[in-house]
C-alpha cells in the first residue's frame, strides 16, 4: 500500500505475494496491480468478518446465526435441508441456529401446506427490520451513495465481478468442505 493509499490513524497492511504467483509475462505494474487487486479482496473479507462479528454483538446473536438469516433474508422462506446446503452446515446444526433464531424472534417454522413432513422456516420480516436493518443501514446507504457515483455499464462491471467472486469462493468452500478431516472421536 502507498503512503497516499493510507488513512490516517488505520495501520498499513503489507500483502504477501510469493514470486511463483506471479506470471513471467506480467510486467512489474501488472503485478503490482494484481497484487493490489488480492490485497483488496483479502482487506474486504477479513472487514466484513470484523463488521459481522460486531454487527452480531450488537443484534445479540452469534455471526453464524446472523449469516443464516442474511442468506434467509433473499427469500424470506427456506427448509432447513435448504439453508443447510445454502450453508454447508449439517442439518443438525442448522435446527440450533434455526432454534436461537426462533427464541429470538427473527424466524418462525411452519409446516408445508402441501407435504406436512416438511417445515418452512419464514423470517419475520418486521423483527429483521427493527432489529437487523437498523445496524446495516448506514453501510446501505454508504453503498448506495457510492454505486450512484457510477454509470449503469460500470455497475454492470462491479455485479458482474461480485458474482465471479460468488462463484469463486462458493468453489473454494465446497473444496474445503470436501477435504475436512473426519471428526475425532470422542476420548481421542
Not at 509475462?25 to 483488496?40: D, I, K
Not at 450453508?87 to 433464531?101: E, K, N, Q, Y
Request: proline letters at 6%.
Amino acid at each position: 500500500m502507498s503512503e497516499q493509499d493510507a488513512r490516517p490513524g488505520e495501520p498499513e497492511w503489507e500483502v504477501p505475494w510469493p514470486e511463483q504467483a506471479r506470471p513471467s509475462s506480467w510486467s512489474p505494474e501488472r503485478a503490482q496491480l494484481a497484487m493490489a487487486f488480492v490485497g483488496a479482496v483479502r482487506k474486504t473479507g477479513s472487514l466484513m468478518q470484523l463488521m459481522s462479528q460486531a454487527a452480531a454483538d450488537r443484534i445479540g446473536i452469534n455471526t453464524t446465526d446472523l449469516n443464516c438469516l442474511n442468506i434467509l433474508s433473499f427469500s424470506g422462506e427456506m427448509t432447513a435441508g435448504e439453508l443447510a446446503r445454502a450453508t454447508g452446515l449439517t442439518t443438525a446444526s442448522i435446527t440450533g441456529v434455526v432454534d436461537r433464531l426462533e427464541h429470538a424472534g427473527f424466524v418462525r417454522r411452519e409446516r408445508d401446506a402441501q407435504d406436512r413432513r416438511r417445515v418452512v422456516i419464514h423470517l419475520d420480516t418486521d423483527r429483521a427490520m427493527k432489529t437487523v436493518a437498523p445496524v446495516f443501514g448506514p453501510m446501505m446507504g454508504n453503498w448506495q451513495r457510492m454505486a450512484a457515483r457510477y454509470s449503469d455499464d460500470e455497475l454492470r462491471l462491479i455485479v458482474g465481478f461480485y458474482s465471479q467472486m460468488e462463484e469463486i469462493i462458493r468453489d473454494h468452500l465446497a473444496r474445503l468442505r470436501e477435504q475436512l478431516p473426519p471428526a475425532e472421536s470422542p476420548g481421542s
